[in-house]
């Protein structure tokens, strides 16, 4: 185990040197110019040159990556090129947000699709199984801002029961007023995963219960509900893990239209506003952040998959 | 104009707003239900309660909160409540901050500045000479590269200062520049007691947590959320009627309207359906006032056809400008036809200049001289601006009757001006802009000259460029005149850019808010004094 | 079509009766937007006038902020949104065959090192695509066609890939091989045909999820320009209007939502009559 799991982590440096130069060339060969977002119109050549060079923008490219990533063993992240301050605070301030979304998102996600997906394939072709699959139809085919923008026109507007604004009222610093706040951004990011793992769940409860084994323990007198809880469950969960680990990046990089639309102090803003600004130190760290993440989460749920289902092995 | 009197102001640009309109005659203080008679309470009738709070909406986190660095709109609204200036000029009318005078020596070559006696810090340490002595030496310090660094250069030479008294500094220029009394009252003083031994102002962390003279103090910064700024009770023009002014970032347009229609933010700007709309309201009061801003489309010069003046011109006749704006801004109300390209406010404004009336014919006549054919033009805009898109689907309609082929390309607004400042871009021929140059029409000549950091339609002229220099060391205010209005004449002649209109900005403000009068509606951070806000009893 | 399928079809259709709305909706939407010149209006001529006018006899969906017809403006849009939601599964499904293919065919080194690219492609963050985008890309269709088209085919090489590599121990495939048959006239010839279950299932996911992406990149300003239309950038330009005129966000919206939902149901109608092996892994 691990053994495995170093071996992994070793093999994944490659991949990350890799994604880690495509990224930056593909980020500094784009035409544009960072120094360019923050003159003024006092500024003359010399002092434009002047910031050109204190950001390190003077050089070569192969010789701004080598500093990028001398700094990145030593930890150091860089200085934002819009604000100055250190990448790394600026990562501190947005992430809790975003994980906080992003992660109670996901735990409401994998609970009721748990529960749905059981339902519905305990209840296969029947008016409920139709009617969570009908639901779940709409999940995966709904365009996420617009579902962002029924919510804040029906509860905000129409209603005026929700805030539609930001992760809590001013000066307010309660759990209550927290949670009103996410309530919507909370809908609209777990919808659509809900239905997808509603359907997965479904349909890998299904083809357990057909397995033999099912019959077999039956056939030794287990109660049914207990065959279903526990054997049965236990092997459908493993797409859940496996979509998961696909989305723990999102847990870092978070999402950038639910959080613009209900204004959520969150990473996908911080991210899709350095691209705008040219902010390449930000760009670089969200990238890597997200692809470690990604690797990580394969990992995991690797070793998931090893733990709930010991007939596979860990070779890859 | 407290801030910074020249600022290129892009359209619409870090708030989530649109701009409205403008009106010439104007004076930016008066608001707008006084000729419409809308349904505002009377000044008189208002009982000011002290307390309360304003939510403004930003677009995103300001930068830098360090006076030195602000070159967006957010920034230096925050700024603007945490800093004073020295003083104000807006028209002939001089208001005095932090300054309690500014004398001129007869040659024009030292300034005096008092200072007022019993200003406070926010930490509560008293204002000094040395303090804005200290603040001089980092402005023309190379090393802190601060914006306004090359205008304390003068001729070559760094100004020089020295003090007179604990409350008076003397500041000697090396050679007479008319312009630089503007300079000095964009002056904000910065804290010597804090930012002294800082190597780099930038990356200080007294930045998180700036100490400055305003009305306004730092409570919290919720990063990516609010600013929370809470009343400063000692300050030096008397103490804040509101205890909180906060700014709420919101990112996205349509939830900074809704959030405003819920009250949860108490002030933005508006465009011209919204302020029809809210000026029926009784929750809501709307006003205007004048930007001096103009907007204005350029004719970028690396395009061979646009490069031949009779093109250029042929467009300009092309384009009926009262249509434009109507189909824009709804009427001539919000938005005043511009036919030069300085604002009404701006010195030696003048309208004698060729006016490009709608002529098609004409258009097409001169299309024929020049010989060109079949031409295809791509016009770039800003994609979130309303107005610039239905200007430019105006336009496209227009120039399709003399034969002109305009293609649209609407773009982000970050992706748009690195494109804008791009030299060699070729993208786009035709291009949306506006300004705010401020009243000193020597700040015009970034955008004019060869090689200004504004010439991005790379434009050159050897005599025009002379007159440029000529005018700020012309004391001789009539020769002055006759120069810069000969540049006037010249640019349109030229037709360099097709100015389009002065817009009026149009705000709301939710129906509680009372003191918008007296706290004077500016430019950039709509209240020029946010300690005469109240909320109305 | 053999006759199992035909007799699959009818059993499906027979249980799953609302099939055939779905495929009602699609033919109407595509029809639709093939004959939306046939409207009296011209779905670009502004008319200050009649701006913002609500729905009524005259212009069913109302009109937009420039006096267009929004109901004009909606076909248009279709035609947009489909162009590009099959034009781009077009490419993805070409490119993502093709190496899937290739992958699992050959194997050895050319597989690991296709399958790692597909790795890479696949961890890149969706922010880092609208930096792409913003960066080299002109807004317009031509650009979110190859986007889409560029950054969706990964999943699709995945599952050709793990097709591949089960078919290329049939004996047929052993066979044609051991007879010296080309490589590549192997995979044309007898690797993709048998695996055209599971590329039609995958396109027809594929165009949903691609009209999907589409109308969040237009939503965002990165697609279409004016004056033409998506759903997505109508979307877009109705946000400023939630208040006042709220059939602007709901026409554009419904309409993605049905076809997104018709494509999906479609899609798994196939899955379920064609009966693929492996094509569970298209979702992830």
């Not at chain 1, 680990?245 to 899709?272: C, D, K, Q």
Request: proline share 4%; aromatic share 10%.
């Amino acid at each position: 185990m691990t053994r495995f799991v170093i071996k992994r982590i070793i093999q994944s440096i490659p991949i990350l040197i890799i994604i880690s130069i495509i990224s930056f060339s593909i980020i500094r060969m784009a035409p544009g110019d960072p120094v360019k977002v923050f003159i003024t119109p006092q500024m003359t050549y010399e002092q434009i040159e002047r910031t050109r060079t204190r950001l390190g923008l003077d050089k070569p490219i192969y010789i701004q990556y080598f500093y990028w990533i001398k700094n990145l063993l030593k930890g150091d992240l860089g200085y934002s090129f819009i604000n100055y301050q250190p990448v790394i605070k600026l990562i501190k301030e947005r992430i809790g947000p975003t994980i906080g979304l992003m992660g109670i998102s996901m735990i409401i996600s994998v609970i009721l699709s748990i529960a749905l997906g059981t339902i519905s394939a305990v209840y296969k072709d029947k008016f409920l199984d139709k009617f969570i699959s009908k639901v779940c139809y709409i999940g995966i085919s709904i365009p996420s801002f617009w579902f962002a923008m029924m919510l804040i026109y029906t509860f905000s507007l129409k209603f005026k029961i929700l805030p539609s604004l930001g992760m809590r009222s001013i000066g307010v610093k309660s759990t209550l007023d927290l949670i009103k706040h996410g309530i919507m951004p909370v809908i609209v990011l777990s919808f659509p995963n809900t239905s997808i793992l509603t359907r997965y769940i479904r349909s890998n409860v299904i083809d357990e219960m057909d397995e033999n084994y099912v019959d077999m323990l039956r056939s030794k007198g287990l109660n049914y509900k207990r065959i279903l809880y526990v054997h049965i469950l236990k092997n459908s969960l493993l797409p859940v893990i496996t979509i998961l680990g696909m989305n723990l990046p999102s847990l870092v990089s978070g999402a950038f239209i639910t959080e613009s639309i209900f204004g959520w102090p969150g990473m996908g803003r911080l991210g899709v506003g350095s691209i705008f600004n040219f902010d390449y130190p930000v760009i670089m760290a969200i990238t890597m952040l997200s692809s470690v993440m990604l690797i990580v989460g394969n990992l995991v749920s690797d070793i998931c998959y090893s733990i709930v289902d010991p007939r596979i092995k860990l070779i890859r | 104009m407290k801030f910074k009197k020249i600022l290129v102001l892009f359209l619409s640009l870090i708030l989530v707003l649109s701009v409205g309109c403008g009106e010439k005659e104007e004076v930016s203080t008066e608001p707008e239900n006084e000729e419409n008679g809308t349904n505002v309470v009377e000044g008189s009738e208002e009982k000011i309660k002290d307390g309360g709070m304003m939510v403004f909406g930003i677009g995103d986190d300001p930068k830098i909160l360090h006076p030195f660095y602000a070159t967006d709109r957010v920034t230096m609204t925050i700024d603007n409540a945490l800093f004073d200036p020295l003083f104000v000029r807006d028209g002939n009318e001089t208001r005095y901050y932090l300054a309690e005078n500014v004398s001129v020596s007869e040659d024009n070559l030292t300034y005096t500045v008092k200072l007022k006696e019993g200003v406070k810090w926010h930490d509560g340490e008293n204002l000094t000479a040395d303090d804005l002595i200290f603040t001089l030496e980092k402005l023309i310090d190379e090393k802190q590269n601060a914006n306004a660094y090359q205008n304390f250069i003068i001729g070559g030479k760094p100004i020089s200062f020295e003090k007179v008294d604990d409350l008076t500094v003397k500041i000697i220029l090396p050679e007479v520049s008319v312009p630089f009394i503007e300079t000095l009252a964009g002056v904000t003083p910065i804290a010597k007691h804090i930012f002294e031994g800082e190597e780099d102002f930038t990356k200080s962390e007294k930045n998180e947590n700036p100490i400055g003279t305003g009305p306004f103090k730092m409570k919290e910064w919720n990063k990516g959320e609010s600013i929370i700024l809470e009343r400063f009770d000692d300050y030096h023009n008397g103490k804040p009627h509101l205890d909180q002014v906060v700014y709420r970032v919101v990112a996205d347009s349509n939830a900074a309207n809704v959030a405003f229609e819920n009250g949860e933010i108490s002030v933005r700007y508006i465009d011209v359906n919204e302020y029809e709309k809210y000026q029926n309201s009784n929750d809501f009061k709307v006003y205007g006032f004048d930007e001096g801003m103009l907007n204005y489309m350029a004719f970028k010069l690396n395009n061979d056809d646009l490069k031949d003046k009779k093109v250029r011109q042929a467009i300009a006749y092309a384009l009926d400008k009262e249509e434009i704006i109507k189909g824009a801004y709804d009427s001539l109300e919000y938005a005043v036809p511009a036919y030069t390209v300085l604002t009404p406010q701006t010195l030696y404004y003048t309208e004698d200049v060729n006016k490009y009336e709608h002529n098609v014919e004409l258009a097409k006549d001169l299309l024929k001289e020049s010989g060109k054919e079949n031409i295809k033009l791509t016009l770039g805009y800003i994609s979130t601006s309303k107005e610039q898109e239905k200007e430019a689907l105006i336009i496209q309609q227009k120039l399709k009757e003399i034969g002109i082929e305009l293609e649209l390309m609407p773009l982000d607004r970050g992706a748009f001006y690195q494109k804008l400042f791009e030299p060699d871009n070729r993208d786009f021929d035709l291009v949306f802009n506006g300004y705010i140059m401020g009243q000193e029409p020597d700040s015009y000549k970034l955008i004019f000259t060869k090689g200004g950091p504004y010439n991005f339609v790379g434009y050159e002229n050897e005599e025009m460029d002379k007159m440029w220099v000529q005018g700020p060391m012309e004391i001789d205010k009539a020769k002055r005149q006759e120069l810069y209005e000969n540049i006037q004449k010249q640019i349109m002649d030229e037709m360099i850019q097709y100015p389009i209109c002065y817009p009026k900005a149009l705000i709301a403000v939710s129906g509680n808010i009372g003191g918008v009068e007296e706290s004077k509606l500016m430019p950039i951070f709509i209240f020029e004094d946010l300690s005469k806000l109240y909320i109305i009893e | 079509m053999n006759e199992v399928t035909i007799k699959k079809t009818k059993e499906y259709v027979k249980k799953n009766k609302s099939i055939k709305i779905y495929v009602c909706i699609i033919s109407i939407l595509i029809l639709s937007s093939i004959f939306a010149f046939l409207s009296p209006y011209d779905p670009t001529k502004i008319d200050i006038n009649n701006k913002l006018v609500s729905p009524n006899k005259k212009h069913i969906f109302g009109t937009d902020d420039l006096g267009r017809d929004y109901f004009t403006r909606a076909l248009y849009g279709g035609r947009v949104s489909l162009t590009v939601g099959f034009v781009s599964m077009i490419i993805s499904m070409t490119i993502g065959t093709l190496i899937g293919a290739i992958s699992g065919y050959f194997g050895g080194r050319i597989d690991s090192f296709l399958m790692r690219t597909v790795d890479i492609i696949m961890s890149i963050p969706s922010f880092f695509i609208i930096l792409i985008i913003n960066a080299y890309f002109k807004p317009g269709i031509a650009s979110i066609i190859l986007i889409i088209g560029l950054f969706g085919w990964t999943s699709v090489a995945r599952i050709v890939r793990s097709e591949t590599l089960t078919l290329k121990e049939r004996e047929y495939v052993l066979c044609s091989k051991t007879l010296g048959g080309n490589n590549f006239w192997i995979i044309f010839r007898h690797i993709i045909p048998n695996i055209l279950s599971t590329i039609i299932v995958s396109s027809t996911l594929n165009v949903a999820s691609a009209i999907l992406t589409e109308s969040s990149l237009s939503f965002l300003g990165f697609g279409v320009v004016e004056p033409f239309s998506s759903w997505g950038s109508m979307l877009r330009n109705a946000q400023k209007y939630m208040q006042d005129a709220p059939y602007l966000a709901a026409f554009p919206g419904i309409l993605i939502l049905l076809t997104v939902l018709s494509f999906n149901v479609l899609g798994d109608m196939l899955r379920d009559v064609l009966d693929p092996r492996n094509i569970q892994s298209q979702k992830f």
